[in-house]
């Protein structure tokens, strides 16, 4: 999973509850993406950094938020959590600027009740 | 904006035939493509892209893609397939928005019968 990690890899938390997600990466890579992967609709971006402190949003960043305070660590926060963010989330990164292939992490399975 | 179409939820193949996964795309500018593959419960791991030059692109495990500009296809094919490759396939368009984000197809799934 190309230095990729995930934490937690499954979580089930209550409604109305915050929930922090992480993913760490061992190389250094400038460009990370957090997606959501649900049913029927692929993959969707929800926030991407393209640097430390440097974040953006995706198509589907309501109800997110990210940061990145160390070039390896992008964390995903719910801020309070919804039944509809039950989803399995993945984290990637950008390879390079010239072929812009992306490598993906294990995965995190969120279910929220 | 950029999309891609995977027009098949399910494809069936037996061992050892050939498999072909489709693919459609719309784009503004040049395409540049990528397959991936996922099996249950892991990530998705990338197979082959195409960004320029040969419109036959050779990826991991045997696979290949054939790039069709004039169809606006990017369909992925093995010549024998195998039951290890079953899996859920997704093909995917870089979008120059959101950080060069990648905007994939809802993904086929790829059941080979031995």
């Not at chain 1, 509850?17 to 250094?28: A, F, G, I, K, S």
């Not at chain 1, 390896?72 to 390079?96: K, M």
């Amino acid at each position: 999973d190309a230095g990729i990690t995930q934490s937690p890899r499954h979580k089930v938390t209550e409604t109305g509850t915050p929930v922090t997600l992480r993913c760490h990466q061992t190389e250094n890579h400038r460009y990370m993406y957090w997606y959501r992967q649900d049913p029927g609709h692929g993959l969707r971006l929800i926030h991407y950094s393209y640097g430390v402190k440097d974040t953006d949003k995706g198509e589907v960043s309501d109800g997110y938020s990210v940061s990145r305070s160390k070039t390896e660590d992008f964390l995903l926060t719910l801020e309070s959590a919804t039944s509809s963010q039950t989803s399995v989330y993945f984290c990637a990164i950008s390879a390079g600027t010239s072929t812009y292939e992306q490598y993906f992490g294990p995965g995190t399975r969120l279910t929220v009740t | 904006a950029q999309s891609v179409a995977q027009p098949e939820d399910q494809v069936n193949v037996a061992e050892g035939n050939p498999l072909t996964v489709k693919c459609t795309y719309s784009v503004s500018g040049n395409p540049y493509l990528f397959w991936y593959v996922q099996y249950p419960n892991r990530g998705l791991q990338f197979l082959l892209k195409y960004i320029t030059g040969d419109n036959l692109v050779k990826g991991s495990y045997g696979f290949e893609a054939e790039f069709n500009k004039s169809q606006t296809s990017f369909h992925l094919k093995k010549p024998s397939a195998l039951v290890s490759d079953s899996a859920l396939y997704f093909c995917a368009v870089r979008d120059l928005e959101y950080g060069n984000k990648l905007v994939f197809g809802a993904g086929t799934i790829l059941r080979v019968k031995s």
